[in-house]
């Protein structure tokens, strides 16, 4: 059976568009845009969700030694486009074992990052901008400003603002999370996707949870 598109917050099943509404429903958040089915990353997955994305799809490049990409997600449906993407990737973790990393891109009021990150959605809130960034991450060539959230003990999570976008990304164990954030570089794969030899793993457990 095919699975089904399901709500990008909460995880639970849609009330698919109908006759008086364009607009896919959850019982608890109202009109949002489907999170659709992860399936295993592949380069046809990759070209699907490039080709459908209306933000950014990041990815860390280059990737840290002994990492692999291990899933996309996305928000949207073929009439609106994939309003938020997500790319997880997996591999050694500084400080020994392993590292998991989900980076979300999505317009205001989705709801895909918050998910992940486990913190009050849909949105984070107010960037604080009066306090120091606590991290600046490279994005597109463009020094970009990373805020730390308060979230499950469990993992790190930083947001910020790009494109118009939110950017998070939620990293696991927590206590790798600030070793890690400073030494990524993210690039936009609607704009390099063709010229990377992405490596791909096994399905990340992150998305599938």
């Known amino acids: 059976?095919?699975?089904?598109?399901?709500?990008?917050?909460?995880?639970?099943?849609?009330?698919?568009?109908?006759?008086?509404?364009?607009?896919?429903r959850c019982d608890g958040h109202g009109a949002v845009h489907p999170l659709q089915p992860v399936v295993q990353p592949t380069?046809?997955?990759l070209h699907a969700v490039r080709a459908g994305a209306?933000?950014?799809?990041?990815?860390?490049?280059p990737l840290p030694r002994g990492w692999l990409v291990t899933g996309f997600a996305t928000a949207g449906d073929e009439r609106t486009g994939?309003?938020?993407?997500?790319v997880a990737c997996s591999g050694p973790a500084p400080l020994g074992g392993v590292a998991d990393l989900v980076l979300v891109a999505e317009e205001p009021g989705v709801g895909?990052?918050?998910?992940?990150?486990?913190?009050?959605?849909?949105?984070?809130?107010?960037?604080?901008?009066d306090r120091a960034?606590?991290?600046?991450?490279?994005?597109?060539?463009h020094p970009t400003?990373?805020?730390?959230?308060?979230?499950?003990?469990?993992?790190?999570?930083?947001?910020?603002?790009?494109?118009?976008?939110?950017?998070?990304?939620?990293?696991?164990?927590?206590?790798d999370g600030f070793l890690l954030i400073d030494d990524f570089v993210l690039v936009?794969?609607?704009?390099?996707?063709?010229?990377?030899?992405?490596?791909?793993?096994?399905?990340?457990?992150?998305?599938?949870?």
């Open 1 to 24: 059976m095919r699975a089904e598109p399901s709500c990008p917050r909460c995880g639970a099943t849609l009330h698919a568009p109908g006759l008086w509404s364009s607009a896919w």
């Open 112 to 129: 895909l990052g918050a998910r992940f990150a486990g913190v009050d959605g849909p949105d984070p809130g107010t960037v604080p901008v």
């Open 54 to 61: 209306t933000v950014p799809v990041w990815l860390p490049w």
């Open 145 to 175: 400003a990373m805020w730390a959230l308060d979230g499950p003990e469990d993992r790190a999570v930083y947001v910020g603002e790009a494109h118009a976008c939110w950017v998070w990304a939620v990293l696991w164990p927590a206590s």
């Open 43 to 45: 380069a046809e997955v």
């Open 188 to 209: 936009d794969l609607r704009d390099s996707g063709r010229d990377l030899d992405v490596p791909f793993g096994a399905l990340s457990p992150r998305l599938t949870a």
């Open 82 to 86: 994939w309003r938020a993407t997500t």
């Open 133 to 141: 960034p606590d991290a600046k991450v490279p994005v597109a060539s």
